[in-house]
């Protein structure tokens, strides 16, 4: 990925960049981090290092709101 998209990132953070994987019980949970969203299950790919605002939500459900540093 480096070589393909070399400008993306600086190349002394390419060796950091992270995948997140997320699961929620019940699934199907809206989940936002740092402003991309996706449905659980999912994966959010090429993170950069950092802390995000993360938000969870499902009809039904109370929401959640949160941090997680990368």
Do not use: H
């Not at 997320?22 to 809206?30: F, K, L, R, S, Y």
């Not at 950069?48 to 969870?56: A, E, K, L």
């Amino acid at each position: 990925m480096e070589t393909q998209l070399p400008n993306v990132f600086p190349a002394t953070i390419w060796g950091q960049i992270a995948t997140v994987k997320i699961e929620t019980v019940p699934e199907n949970a809206e989940v936002t981090i740092g402003g991309r969203s996706c449905a659980s299950p999912c994966e959010m790919k090429r993170m950069p290092p950092g802390t995000y605002d993360v938000s969870i939500k499902k009809g039904g459900y109370e929401p959640y709101s949160g941090t997680v540093t990368l």
